[in-house]
């Protein structure tokens, strides 16, 4: 059974770093059928992805935010992690990490972490 869990703080100061761990169970992240993608839904707002890691293992990031984010993975954990730099209360939002099937399906979630940017 697959599943995606995200973890990180609930609560990070506006300037910082927002760092966020997507743990795997029920199939490798290194398979290569399969990507990676990481999302957000601020309050009252459509999902926007940010970006994610591509079947050949390299990350792609929106444009939005290319300037500021870093999407890795670490293998021996079967983690993705996420980092986001330079926060304002504008990155409060729910994240998501989800894993994307051959045509980009969005297949399976996780159940989404709250990070709130506020002094």
């Given at each position: 059974?697959?599943?995606?869990?995200?973890?990180?703080?609930?609560?990070?100061?506006?300037?910082?770093?927002?760092?966020?761990?997507?743990?795997?169970?029920?199939?490798?992240?290194?398979?290569?059928?399969?990507?990676?993608?990481?999302?957000?839904?601020?309050?009252?707002k459509g999902l926007e992805w940010m970006g994610g890691i591509l079947t050949d293992g390299k990350p792609h990031y929106?444009?939005?935010?290319?300037?500021?984010?870093?999407?890795?993975?670490?293998?021996?954990?079967?983690?993705?992690?996420?980092?986001?730099?330079?926060?304002?209360?504008?990155?409060?939002?729910?994240?998501?990490?989800?894993?994307?099937?051959?045509?980009?399906?969005?297949?399976?979630?996780?159940?989404?972490?709250?990070?709130?940017?506020?002094?």
């Open positions: 059974q697959v599943q995606l869990q995200e973890s990180g703080p609930g609560l990070v100061k506006p300037s910082q770093m927002l760092s966020l761990t997507c743990t795997v169970s029920g199939v490798s992240i290194t398979n290569d059928y399969y990507a990676w993608r990481w999302i957000r839904q601020p309050p009252g929106s444009p939005s935010l290319q300037s500021r984010i870093s999407i890795s993975r670490d293998m021996s954990k079967n983690q993705l992690s996420l980092q986001l730099h330079s926060v304002t209360p504008e990155d409060t939002a729910v994240y998501y990490c989800a894993r994307a099937s051959s045509g980009g399906a969005l297949d399976y979630w996780g159940q989404g972490t709250q990070v709130t940017v506020s002094s």
